[in-house]
């Protein structure tokens, strides 16, 4: 029986429980950007300290931290963070971000997470590559503690090898009262880093990012990326070497593509053979590019609000991840930027549903492949116990289970 005949949606309830479906069901979300999700409250706080604040109240910073609403083109939805990546710039600020945004994400019943960032947009202040780096894992080991204090009462154990981070290891962990889908001893919310290589940015400056990166491997930090302004620095290919630095060092590969210029894009970026794209959604418009992308098993983590914000499509109904996904293109869904997008991922996962027509079973399926694409070939055992996790809650809702 599909969704939609158990839950009418003509019947007001049916967002309440469509909502309820939504955050019970256990999500991994795997393209997520720190300076575009910072608190609104918390870019003012910082910004007031810093004398960045315009005078602006709560109402104005979150509306000035909004991307545009109507779709102009990538360039215009970069400008958006330029005021966050401002106030990001010393050690305090940076994991503080990272923690709250944890919080965050956990509070929409997320249970893995990659987050991403550029380092080398936060020395603008005195902190090298290296401090950055280490601000955001130790927010990271704050975030995932508080979120086990939320759930259980509890700390991580401070004894268990990464239990301060969810990173590594974790066999040593007591074992603690489980949110339901959960299985004994798996934190509450597994954190992975992706560092961000800007388009824009000298090669060999990026080699330095990977080089630093790789040096936090063992840190959580498993991803490596390249973001920013397509149309001005189309080429993916002058960075190279800083990927295949990180690529060497065991950093997993993704690549922005596809925000600008449409499928060529994507297959530049399949040059470098990437893992995973980020976005990707002009693929659609090319039947062997599709092929490739299947053959090769590269996952696009999709964000069709984003898109319509950087006005890769007209509006959200026309995003492709339906036709990528019926045409067995490994597909995952995510924000992109909480804040800038102004969404959260149970937002993001109910347009899924209700304006691009994907059914329980099918956003299920691909909040799963999540998992199996996942930066986590750091800790093998903890993505196999996901999974598990994962499947246990599939097993138990007959909306999803296949
Ligand atoms: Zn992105």
Redesign the pocket.
């Known amino acids: 029986m599909e969704f939609h005949a158990l839950v009418d949606p003509r019947r007001a309830a049916s967002h309440r429980e469509l909502d309820a479906l939504l955050r019970g069901m256990p999500k991994a979300e795997l393209?997520l950007?720190l300076d575009g999700s910072l608190r609104p409250a918390t870019a003012l706080e910082l910004a007031r300290e810093r004398g960045l604040d315009d005078g602006l109240d709560l109402a104005g910073m979150r509306a000035r931290l909004a991307g545009p609403a109507q779709p102009l083109d990538q360039a215009e939805l970069l400008r958006a963070f330029d005021l966050p990546i401002a106030l990001l710039q010393d050690a305090e600020a940076l994991r503080r971000a990272t923690t709250e945004l944890i919080e965050d994400v956990a509070a929409d019943g997320t249970r893995y997470v990659e987050i991403r960032w550029a380092p080398a947009l936060h020395v603008e202040r005195g902190l090298s590559l290296r401090d950055v780096i280490a601000a955001v894992v130790a927010g990271t080991a704050d975030g995932v503690a508080a979120v086990e204090r939320a759930r259980t009462g509890r700390a991580p154990a401070p004894s268990a090898p990464g239990a301060d981070s969810g990173t590594g290891a974790d066999a040593g962990r007591p074992p603690v009262s489980s949110p339901p889908g959960t299985d004994a001893g798996l934190p509450a919310i597994v954190v992975r880093l992706i560092a961000v290589a800007m388009r824009s940015h000298d090669p060999r400056a990026n080699v330095r990012v990977a080089e630093e990166a790789a040096a936090f491997g063992g840190d959580g930090l498993t991803g490596f990326d390249l973001?920013g302004l397509e149309a001005s620095y189309p080429d993916p290919r002058v960075h190279r070497d800083a990927i295949e630095t990180a690529r060497a060092a065991g950093l997993g590969i993704t690549l922005?593509a596809g925000e600008w210029g449409g499928a060529p894009q994507v297959r530049r970026a399949l040059e470098l053979d990437p893992a995973r794209i980020?976005?990707g959604a002009p693929a659609i418009d090319d039947p062997s590019l599709l092929d490739e992308l299947r053959a090769r098993g590269v996952t696009l983590d999709l964000?069709p609000t984003s898109n319509v914000q950087a006005a890769v499509v007209p509006r959200l109904a026309d995003h492709p991840l339906a036709r990528l996904l019926r045409a067995q293109v490994p597909v995952t869904l995510s924000t992109?930027d909480r804040t800038v997008t102004d969404i959260t991922l149970v937002d993001e996962y109910r347009s899924a549903i209700d304006v691009l027509g994907l059914t329980p079973r099918e956003l299920w399926a691909m909040n799963r492949h999540a998992l199996d694409v996942a930066f986590l070939a750091d800790d093998e055992p903890l993505r196999d116990r996901l999974r598990a996790a994962f499947d246990a809650y599939a097993a138990g809702e007959p909306l999803v289970r296949g």
Do not use: G, N, W, Y
């Open positions: 393209h950007h973001a922005h980020a976005h964000c992109d």
